[in-house]
């Protein structure tokens, strides 16, 4: 337990700076489910304090996300009652922990890095441009949107242009401009030692919104912002009232199949981007810690179990508020359940204060996460890597941009197992021979795709010579290639070709080799 507070001192103003970022999400995500507002709430406040205690990984952090919000509108209002979905939400996170019992986390690590860091320069492109509009006070479009068709009809560039054009708010953008100056200047600027090193720039930016709107309201009445553009958390005049905002699923609705198709469809769709976003995190970590993908699909089954028990969202890890977790210097999970302490008690406690808080504020925060994510230097870094590595990426940035995340990470994945494979078809196999002497050597693992190579090199061989198949620098050899090898040896006593195969018989995987002899045999 001791170990969880060793690094208290980085991951208290952390998890600051992630609740802050946290709370117009969460909000905002549950409005665009059509969800009661609280439920986004409570989905962030499970991801702090559940998944965050039982998660391994140093530093992400789960709660309500964005990707789910076209699966659960859609859930809600072809189910019986929001309670029958709350019951799909804890049917997924039983499934979330058969997956983990199941290893099924180990394909996150088939994703290729190209995919990984395309996936978080998009996040930082959307940030910047889904926040342009909440910057000037335009707020028609919900917090948290990441889909390029919005459900106003605008996309994220129309809307942009249309918000510039018509719908300015002068004292949003004042305070959204003062942040962002203040945010880059403090990344620059602050103490490397002393007490205001541990001072989150967030908080500053949050306080300099609350002050700066009462200052406008007092002397320049139309530069202040409208109540619309501030943060909306629900309050309860009393305990039992705040008591009334959770709920219980409706165990009735066990025998509904549709309860159980949105369980399966919730179950996939949030491993999927839990075990993305946690291997994206991993990547953003500066010590570079590897994070258990089962453990994690397990902790994340706990989460959304809990979360649909008291009337909550479903929780996935979510890539923007792991990396403001990342960029305010967290050092371990502690920050993620602090964060949800922080959501907790303030929705408990001040919830009058959370909405004073300016929405231009919070969107300079993520616009000034979202720019650290896709610096330039990213770009350039994955052009001089080559092709194989810059095409996904860019692809894989531009999917994401104009469709949405898990589309965007399909198309992503698809065109980087292209490169795989057009690697794999570059030359495995050589071929010489010197008079009657010839020589065959795989220069790597040779799969099915070689077939076509393998069958080439062989057909060169001439009448009446000595062939070597040099297969000592292969771990394996799938069985299409070993049945090729051996329809060969058995053709070549009747061209008086005398064959030896070569390789290491120690540890194969497929059919083994056994050297030297005058066939491939299976062991």
Not at 55 to 73: E, Y
Not at 209 to 237: E, K, Y
Not at 458 to 484: A, F, H, K, M, Q
Request: aromatic share 8%; hydrophobic share 55%; net charge neutral.
């Amino acid at each position: 337990m001791m170990s969880l507070f060793k690094s208290w001192r980085q991951d208290l103003p952390a998890s600051i700076v992630v609740a802050l970022v946290a709370l117009p999400l969460c909000l905002g995500i549950a409005l665009a489910s059509g969800a009661p507002l609280f439920s986004g709430l409570i989905a962030g406040i499970v991801g702090g304090l559940i998944v965050g205690a039982l998660s391994k990984s140093s530093l992400s952090v789960a709660g309500p996300a964005a990707g789910l919000t076209v699966i659960v509108l859609g859930a809600i209002e072809s189910l019986p009652s929001y309670q029958a979905f709350l019951l799909a939400v804890v049917l997924a996170g039983a499934m979330q922990v058969a997956f983990a019992a199941t290893r099924a986390g180990v394909l996150a690590e088939f994703v290729p890095s190209s995919v990984i860091t395309g996936m978080l320069a998009a996040i930082g492109l959307i940030l910047i441009l889904k926040q342009i509009p909440h910057a000037v006070g335009y707020d028609a479009d919900y917090e948290g949107s990441f889909e390029f068709f919005q459900r106003d009809g605008q996309n994220t560039i129309s809307a942009i242009f249309n918000t510039l054009s018509s719908s300015v708010s002068a004292g949003a953008v004042i305070i959204a401009a003062l942040s962002l100056l203040f945010l880059f200047w403090w990344d620059a600027a602050k103490p490397k030692e002393g007490p205001l090193r541990l001072l989150p720039g967030p908080l500053v930016v949050v306080v300099l919104g609350i002050g700066l709107n009462a200052l406008f309201g007092a002397v320049a009445p139309s530069l202040a912002i409208r109540p619309s553009h501030l943060v909306q958390v629900p309050v309860a005049n009393s305990f039992g009232e705040f008591t009334s905002f959770f709920s219980v699923p409706d165990f009735s609705q066990i025998g509904n199949g549709a309860v159980w198709t949105a369980a399966i469809t919730l179950a996939i769709v949030a491993s999927l981007e839990s075990l993305l976003s946690v291997k994206a995190v991993d990547e953003l970590d500066p010590k570079r810690r590897t994070t258990p993908k089962n453990w994690e699909l397990m902790a994340q089954g706990g989460g959304n179990f809990v979360s649909g028990m008291i009337g909550g969202l479903p929780v996935t890890s979510v890539i923007v508020r792991s990396s403001a977790n990342v960029d305010s210097g967290a050092d371990s999970k502690l920050s993620s359940i602090l964060h949800g302490i922080w959501l907790l008690l303030s929705v408990l406690l001040i919830p009058v204060v959370l909405n004073l808080i300016p929405l231009s504020a919070l969107a300079a925060v993520l616009i000034a996460t979202g720019y650290k994510l896709t610096k330039p230097k990213l770009f350039l870094d994955r052009w001089k890597q080559g092709w194989t590595q810059f095409v996904p990426f860019v692809a894989t940035v531009a999917a994401i941009l104009f469709t949405d995340l898990l589309i965007g990470i399909v198309i992503g994945l698809g065109i980087g197992f292209v490169f795989v494979v057009a690697r794999n078809f570059r030359t495995a196999i050589t071929f010489a021979c010197d008079g009657e002497d010839c020589l065959i050597r795989a220069r790597r693992n040779l799969y099915f795709i070689h077939k076509y190579e393998l069958q080439r090199e062989l057909g060169r061989v001439p009448d009446n010579s000595n062939l070597l198949i040099d297969l000592s620098s292969t771990n394996y050899v799938d069985l299409d290639n070993i049945e090729i090898i051996n329809a060969f040896i058995k053709g070549a006593a009747y061209r008086n070709i005398n064959v030896v195969v070569r390789g290491d018989i120690a540890r194969r995987s497929a059919p083994l080799v056994k050297a030297p002899l005058t066939e491939v045999v299976y062991a």
